[in-house]
Each structure stands twice: as C-alpha cells, then as structure tokens.
C-alpha cells in the first residue's frame, strides 16, 4: 500500500495566523491520465470528515479561499492562510491514484 | 442536497457477521461511486471498498475476501456484510459517495459505530 506521512501531526496555531500541514506519499501520485490524486479532508470532533480540496489544489464547493493546496509527484502541502476559530480537527491527505487508496495519519490542529 | 444514513447492529458478536445498510436520499445512485470507510476509535481512516453505478467495485486487500458491498438501485441502497469479525472490527462505519474516481467522498454519512464484543 501506499503510505501517506503527514507533519506535524499535532499544529497548536494562534488565531488570524497561517498554517501549512505535510503530506508525502511513499510512491508518485500522478496518474497515466496526467491528474495527480490528493484530496484533503477535515474532521471536526464527532462529525464525520468533509473534503476540502481534491486534484492537489481544486477546492471543493462552499471552502474557503483561505484553504489552499500544492505540491506534485510524493510532497504535497495543505495551507489556511488565516486560521479561524471552526478550523479546530484533524486533517487528512489521502491519495487516489494506487489501489487502496489509503490516508495520512492526521493532523490535529488546535487553537 | 445528497444524504447518506448507515443503518444497522451496533454490536457484533466476534467470529459473526456485520451487516450494515446506507440508504441514498437526494439523489440516484445511477452515475456515481459509492463506498464504505470506517474508522476505529481515535485513529485514522481505511477504505474497505467501493463500486460504481451497479457494476463492478474493489475491496481493501488487507480485509482478506470478507467484505462484499451490494446494491439494490430499486430501494437507491446499498449494502456492507463482513464476515468473521473480531475486535479489530470495531469502528465507526461510513458510506459515502465519491464523484469522481480517485478523489475520494464529497458525501459521507453520519456514521454509525459497530462494537464487535460478546
């Protein structure tokens, strides 16, 4: 399988600051069809996780554009420009090029 | 507005079988990728395995031929059995819908917390 590293996995952040969470994956996620396959999810505690942004950098309906993703290939970097309040949860990175499509071990940012 | 709801025992006995039902409000089954993930508690997120429309799917190798996801497009359900669960089974089950192959769930359910224990 394929496995997704996450750092940190624990990000105390101030309020109005920026953050950035790690994803590597330990093969290429670019697919033969030239997509690369990484989505970002957030879990908020007791709900279930709400994807965030797919295709590396493609924010999904109703996300703020204060979220932002990158990277190619293995290294990939989820950003919130400002942090607020309700961003307090744990990220994922999970890729979907290779069979199973597996996920990081998390990020919990609090505040 | 698209809605998953898991349905089923929350408790197992070890060596049965779970069984789990995620019913599709809002929208066709028709078209879409559909799957389960669970979660055990505290950790992180596994995929058991997913299909497409009626068709054909995969499954999570690491679950060793005891999963098999099934659809009735006529109820707009579909359906998860695991067989010979032991306590590593425990976790919160979701089914969910992924728009487009390889990017994961836009849809999750609520989630639905099975304990396997006797």
């Known amino acids: ?111 | 507005q698209v809605q998953l709801q898991e349905s089923g025992p929350g408790l197992v006995k070890p060596s049965e079988t779970l069984s789990l039902t995620c019913t599709v409000s809002g929208g066709s089954i028709s078209g879409y990728f559909w799957s389960w993930i669970r979660q055990p508690p505290g950790e992180g997120l596994e995929w058991i395995g997913y299909f497409y429309d009626s068709g054909g799917g995969n499954y999570n190798p690491s679950l060793k031929s005891r999963a098999t996801i099934s659809v009735d497009m006529s109820k707009n359900q579909f359906s998860l059995t695991l067989t010979s669960v032991t306590a590593v089974d425990t976790a919160v089950y979701y089914c969910t819908r992924i728009p487009m192959a390889g990017t994961g769930p836009d849809y999750w359910g609520q989630g639905t917390l099975v304990t396997v224990s006797s």
């Open chain 1, 1 to 111: 399988d394929v496995v997704m590293t996450q750092s940190p996995l624990s990000l105390p952040v101030t309020l109005g600051q920026p953050a950035s969470i790690s994803c590597r994956s330990s093969q290429s996620l670019l697919y033969s069809d030239g997509n690369t396959y990484l989505s970002w999810f957030h879990q908020r505690p007791g709900q279930s996780p709400r994807r965030l942004i797919y295709k590396v950098s493609k924010r999904d309906s109703g996300v703020p554009d204060r979220f932002s993703g990158s990277g190619s290939g293995t290294d990939f970097t989820l950003k919130i420009s400002r942090v607020e309040a309700e961003d307090v949860g744990v990220y994922y990175c999970m890729q979907g090029a290779h069979w199973p499509n597996t996920f990081g071990q998390g990020t919990k940012l609090e505040i």
